[in-house]
């Protein structure tokens, strides 16, 4: 069962490591829960989802491709399940940060192996990754990733 705390959880946990950031696009973000709780720790939040029905947020009823203009500071996803790989592409395509609580793979690896590989594809890219956990049920562990400050951004350029 899932922890009903999953989202305020996580977005203080964005904040928390992101305080910079003002505006996120939340991937995979299903009804906008995640995005509402952000909001109300004063980020701008646009949710990428294809469900057609939704909490009042901004909401993009559309899948996230890497093509997405980037308008965030920080990327987002709560169990994002099929998109949390474009998650770490895009943050390095973009050089943005992002923050995932990844639960099931996209390709059938086991949650560690998975973990693992999302972590090293991160690193690979040039971003510094870390883990940590969230206080709560479920599937708790968070990927954190940040552009390496050896690289210039393409907004600096």
């Known amino acids: 069962?899932?922890?009903?705390?999953?989202?305020?959880?996580?977005?203080?946990?964005?904040?928390?490591?992101?305080?910079?950031?003002?505006?996120a696009f939340d991937i995979?973000?299903?009804m906008g829960k995640l995005n509402a709780a952000l909001t109300t720790r004063?980020?701008?939040?646009?949710?990428?989802?294809?469900?057609?029905?939704?909490?009042?947020?901004?909401?993009?009823?559309?899948?996230?491709t890497l093509a997405e203009p980037c308008a965030c500071d920080v990327v987002v996803g709560m169990h994002p399940d099929g998109a949390t790989r474009i998650?770490?592409?895009?943050?390095?395509k973009h050089r943005v940060g992002f923050a995932i609580v990844p639960c099931c793979s996209d390709n059938g690896m086991p949650y560690k192996p998975?973990?693992?590989?999302?972590?090293?594809?991160?690193?690979?890219?040039?971003?510094?990754?870390?883990?940590?956990?969230?206080p709560m049920i479920?599937?708790?562990?968070?990927?954190?990733?940040?552009?390496?400050?050896?690289?210039p951004s393409p907004r600096d350029q």
């Open 42 to 64: 004063g980020l701008d939040v646009l949710t990428f989802d294809k469900r057609w029905k939704h909490d009042d947020v901004q909401y993009a009823q559309r899948l996230f």
């Open 1 to 23: 069962m899932a922890d009903k705390r999953r989202f305020d959880l996580f977005a203080a946990f964005v904040t928390q490591h992101f305080p910079a950031a003002q505006r």
């Open 138 to 151: 479920g599937r708790a562990r968070v990927l954190v990733g940040r552009p390496s400050l050896r690289e």
């Open 87 to 92: 998650i770490v592409e895009y943050a390095h």
């Open 28 to 30: 995979a973000g299903g």
């Open 114 to 134: 998975w973990m693992r590989h999302l972590a090293e594809l991160g690193t690979s890219l040039g971003l510094e990754v870390a883990e940590h956990a969230l």
